[in-house]
């Protein structure tokens, strides 16, 4: 069933050798060791439906996963789980070193599709929430924040309300105000679902670089097989109801090339083909 | 799109100066169908009060009740205005601090949700116009019932607005909070709260036009001044050109009160209005 597809070693990095610990050392650095996720066996049932089978994930500190398959996989599900939201019925989920909801709400931050800011708080405000509920300051907080507006493409817009701000910088105050939240783990439901493809190309982009700039351990869910190439370091696919993992593919490709280099690139091509098979079959 | 650092084109909001004065330009182009009805409907009035030979105590003139709202100004109608608009603005302010806090207290415990909620209803399903003279009773000629019927008037939609705004929240934002940190308190504070602003203030418009109802309400019940005293005395004596003045006063008192809870929701929640447009 969870068949593992490494790639042949075309001209990229050769970082993903071993499976297990994921691309932890794709950046070129030696990974932290110990564990960023572990699921196993999870279960969960809603009523009668059964929204995610008997899942089992490993996922090292500071690894990028990317989960993609059809609508109504339980991928989102999976996510809920995974940060503490919502209990599975069979299984157990291990973030960092907890196992308990609390401890994994505590470790885990959650972003949904849509950005969800606060309309009455301008782009600082909204990014520097979660220091305010940790307890900061108003202006503390602010303050804290406002030298990463800049690396987030938001300079010049720190008192502008969301409504003022485009599509694409909504989103990344979204995505600012969970990476503020300090939390080891991102757990990215569809980010960029919501947004044009020109925008959407343009995050993707800026999100391998976040990510490489500051590694987290993530799990990105969506249904854009190209997204999840470009920011997963590992692809798992699901299959729709009941949601279990169909096949797990490392994606070894060069770290540095440009987002649209990569989409070119034949390993690329290949594993986008494969995986797009795969889901057409698992549809 | 070969590097980070650049950015689709975005889109920066219009120069606030320029749109500023032109929706000055189009709140006044959209009062004017209102001016005009107003200007036939006065028309109207005079006509049939001047040339159709309709008694002056059964239909007085606008000119003549602006002759005798003038006339009796300094005697009895400015004292009365004061009298009422105490009661109005003093009702008003109690109905919303009951009314938000009682909201809060509904939102936050399922079981005083269970306990109050009916009551509250119930409240509502008690003649007003009744309760008002037992109110004189208990409470004899002094401001204490007016501002009682006065706020019984206006919490109720108060109550409901916000209530229902503090439940608007999406509950996937309400999920985002949990992993920011955010416990019941801050949630309730730093989302809920200001989401809920906006129909606290559709409350609270509806509420400032019933206020004045209810000062006149608590005053017929039982009074010695203010604008229903004066009505009330006013009609025996077949002084409709006083009454109409008073009704006019207190019009406008409404009109006030309700421009005041516009002006002040513009200034709190200016980020509520750019999705209505």
Redesign the interface.
């Known amino acids: 069933m969870a068949g593992t597809s490494g790639s042949p070693a075309g001209n990229g990095a050769a970082g993903g050798a071993q499976t297990d610990t994921g691309g932890a050392t794709a950046a070129g650095l030696a990974g932290p060791a110990g564990t960023g996720l572990r699921l196993q066996g999870v279960t969960r049932v809603f009523g009668e439906t059964v929204a995610v089978s008997g899942v089992d994930l490993d996922l090292a500190l500071h690894g990028r996963l990317a989960i993609v398959g059809p609508s109504g996989c339980g991928k989102s599900t999976l996510l809920?789980l995974i940060?503490g939201?919502d209990e599975p019925n069979e299984g157990t989920i291990t973030v960092i070193d907890t196992e308990t909801a609390a401890g994994r709400?505590?470790r885990?931050?959650?972003?949904?599709q849509?950005d969800?800011l606060?309309?009455?708080r301008d782009v600082l405000g909204n990014a520097a929430?979660?220091l305010?509920?940790?307890g900061m300051g108003r202006k503390q907080a602010r303050d804290r924040v406002a030298h990463l507006v800049e690396r987030f493409?938001l300079a010049g817009?720190e008192d502008?309300?969301?409504?003022?701000?485009?599509g694409?910088?909504r989103q990344r105050v979204s995505f600012l105000?969970?990476l503020v939240?300090g939390?080891e783990v991102l757990l990215l439901d569809e980010p960029f679902g919501a947004l044009d493809s020109?925008?959407r190309?343009?995050l993707q982009?800026?999100l391998r670089?976040a990510l490489d700039a500051e590694p987290r351990t993530t799990v990105l869910v969506t249904h854009d097989v190209e997204e999840a190439i470009l920011i997963g370091e590992r692809v798992v696919v699901m299959s729709a109801r009941p949601g279990r993992i169909v096949a797990q593919f490392q994606v070894d490709l060069p770290h540095t090339g440009?987002?649209?280099e990569l989409i070119r690139h034949p390993e690329f091509t290949e594993l986008r083909d494969e995986i797009l098979s795969l889901l057409e079959a698992a549809a | 799109?070969?590097?980070?650092?650049?950015?689709?084109p975005?889109?920066?909001?219009a120069a606030p100066a320029r749109s500023r004065r032109s929706a000055a330009a189009a709140s006044v182009r959209r009062a004017l169908p209102a001016a005009g009805i107003l200007v036939v409907i006065a028309l109207i009035w005079e006509a049939v009060s001047h040339w159709f030979g309709v008694p002056d105590y059964v239909l007085p003139s606008l000119d003549r009740i602006w002759r005798t709202g003038v006339s009796s100004w300094s005697g009895t109608l400015a004292s009365a205005t004061w009298v009422t608009t105490k009661e109005v603005v003093l009702g008003f302010l109690l109905a919303v601090v009951v009314a938000i806090a009682l909201a809060f207290a509904l939102h936050s415990s399922r079981t005083v949700r269970n306990a109050v909620y009916p009551l509250l209803i119930g409240s509502q399903a008690v003649p007003i116009v009744v309760i008002a003279p037992v109110l004189a009773i208990i409470f004899g000629y002094t401001i204490t019932p007016k501002l009682i019927v006065v706020a019984l008037i206006c919490f109720f939609p108060i109550v409901v607005n916000t209530i229902d705004g503090l439940a608007s929240v999406?509950p996937?934002?309400l999920?985002?909070?949990?992993?920011?940190?955010?416990?019941r308190w801050?949630t309730l504070r730093?989302?809920e709260a200001?989401a809920a602003?906006p129909s606290t203030f559709s409350g609270l418009r509806i509420a400032a036009t019933y206020a004045p109802i209810g000062a006149v309400f608590g005053e017929y019940a039982g009074s010695q001044n203010g604008l229903g005293y004066v009505m009330i005395q006013a009609i025996p004596q077949l002084e409709t050109d006083l009454v109409f003045a008073a009704i006019f006063i207190l019009t406008f008192e409404a009109i006030l009160l309700f421009i005041a809870v516009s002006v002040l929701e513009r200034i709190t929640?200016?980020?509520?209005r750019?999705?209505k447009r």
């Open positions: 809920g940060c939201l709400l505590r885990c931050a959650w972003m949904p849509r969800l606060l309309p009455w929430l979660a305010e509920n940790q493409g817009f502008r309300l969301p409504y003022q701000l485009s694409g910088m105000r969970t939240a939390k020109i925008t190309a343009d982009q800026w670089s440009s987002r649209r | 799109m070969s590097t980070t650092a650049t950015r689709p975005e889109t920066p909001s999406d996937d934002l999920k985002v909070m949990r992993t920011l940190d955010g416990n801050a730093r989302v200001p602003l929640c200016p980020w509520a750019e999705g």
